[in-house]
């Protein structure tokens, strides 16, 4: 960054993206409270007045002691000693202020157990390659058809600044859709503006448990709508373990891939070798054999948005 | 981040000799002979800005307050020896040490992993706009935590502080070349937390 790029350079406050501006921003709320303030500015001004009146004492306390010790080797033995009122400064910073202790955690190894190649998950579902079909919504509801250990239930959820159907933590049925052959039933998710981190719609494949989906290459899924949307497929490697991932920092960051969809219906095969993590997060080879979720999320500069999805499937 | 202390000590130790500094206006001239209005003028001009600097270099807002007064006993102390016109250098130079020293002890206590509303309520009384400032402040916490202090103490001076990048140079006494590069490299660990942590909460958002 040179100097005249630096003089160009505006701040992050006023050109960032609302996220950014957000964050940042919450740090110009900072100031001390009032009270604290002239609380500490008394204080301050008060030990400053002691240590100038002891600045001052301190030669009339050792004038004191010189006198007191003349005194006790001309009085005769025996004579009362007078009592000198000699103490230590105390540091003003420790009379004052609180005192922490300074017992550091130790640092928690920053280094993922996943660094240095796959390590299998536990427990684990294995898909054995013989029903591919995730979910094609005929059913009508929002569960997973019961195929190869899979379960769950689809759900949805945003940021929450602004609305969308269905609306989080409801139930909502599939769909009925008009005019894609024999299908009958999809999910529909739309909604407005959203500014933060936008909005998802998800389903876990084995909750509570890893899935093993190395025996397919990837997924396919017919969609429509405008606008785009990034499907990802999210291992427990960039999961947190908080949630039942195994992720030790700088997680979340998932493998997918920007679609731009059609307004009629077509069909997307996304081979695991095409998705891709975005970068904010720690870096993690693509491997099927630990998958999380699979997600369709749409970020606030993909917003409003409004699409259809039906029959999801593992690929061969 | 226990590891940024040497260097943030090394910071601090080169910042001792004085150099003035233009913004933001100094406190008026010191009144003749009067060391305890000069040290009152001081606290008044800058009491806001060496405690929302110990703030962003890492401390909790009840530390800070600790924190603030401790480097002001320091300003005390040296008064003599502080040229008119380097107190906001002496100052600031002053609470990044004071912080590097503190963090070492008060790093993330759990108790302290949050604050209370209180700490974040001062000029915002919608509750709802302090819910999410108290949020949002917590995110930047989260975010400086994984700045080394050289880092974060360019980012607030450049970003919150609204310093040039040879301004801060002069403050904290380093080449402007460096100075660019901890701001890139602060940036961008900046730009990547910020993405993490709505992805997080993307994630945690559908299961709670």
Known sequence: ?316 | MVGDVPGALALAARLRDPLPLSAPPEPKSTPAGTEEARLRQLMDGYFDFVWRSLRRLGLLASDADDATQEVFLVVSRKLPQILVGSERRFLFATALRVASTRRRGLRRRPEDSSETLDDHQHGAPDPERVLQLAQARRELDQIFDGMDLEQRAVFVLFELEELTVPEIASLLGTPVGTVSSRLRAAREHFQAAVKRLHARAAFAGGRS
């Open chain 1, 1 to 316: 960054m040179s100097q005249e790029k630096d003089a160009e350079l505006s701040r992050l406050l006023r050109t960032g993206s609302e996220l950014e501006k957000g964050v940042l921003g919450s740090a110009l709320e900072d100031r001390p409270a009032p009270e604290r303030r002239k609380d500490a500015i008394a204080q301050v001004l008060d030990a400053t007045r002691k240590r100038r009146e002891r600045r001052w004492l301190a030669p009339v306390g050792i004038s004191a002691l010189c006198a007191a010790a003349a005194t006790a080797l001309l009085l005769p033995h025996g004579s009362p000693r007078p009592a000198l009122p000699v103490s230590a400064e105390p540091t003003p910073a420790a009379s004052l202020t609180k005192t922490h202790p300074a017992a550091s955690a130790p640092n928690a190894s920053s280094a993922s157990a996943f660094a240095n190649g796959f390590m299998p998950c536990s427990p684990v579902s294995v898909a054995e390659g013989g029903s591919p079909l995730i979910d094609d919504f005929e059913d009508g509801d929002t569960r997973l058809p019961l195929l190869e250990h899979r379960a769950g239930s689809w759900v949805v959820f945003n940021d929450a600044t602004s609305t969308q159907q269905p609306r989080p933590g409801s139930m909502f049925p599939a769909q009925r859709l008009d005019g894609r052959g024999s299908s009958h039933f999809g999910l529909h998710m739309a909604g407005g503006k959203f500014t933060k981190w936008g909005a998802t719609l998800a389903i876990e494949l084995s909750p509570r448990r890893c899935y093993d989906a190395s025996v397919y290459r990837g997924i396919e899924f017919w969609a429509r709508g405008h606008g785009s949307i990034r499907p990802t497929v999210k291992m427990t490697q960039v999961v947190s373990e908080e949630y039942g991932g195994s992720c030790l920092h700088d997680c979340f960051d998932a493998h997918g891939t920007v679609l731009a969809l059609a307004r009629d219906w077509r069909l997307y095969r996304l081979p695991w070798s095409e998705l891709k993590q975005r970068g904010f997060g720690e870096q993690v080879p693509f491997d099927a054999r630990s998958l999380f979720s699979i997600e369709f999320q749409v970020a606030p500069e993909q917003t409003p948005f409004d699409f259809w999805i039906d029959d999801l499937s593992f690929a061969k």
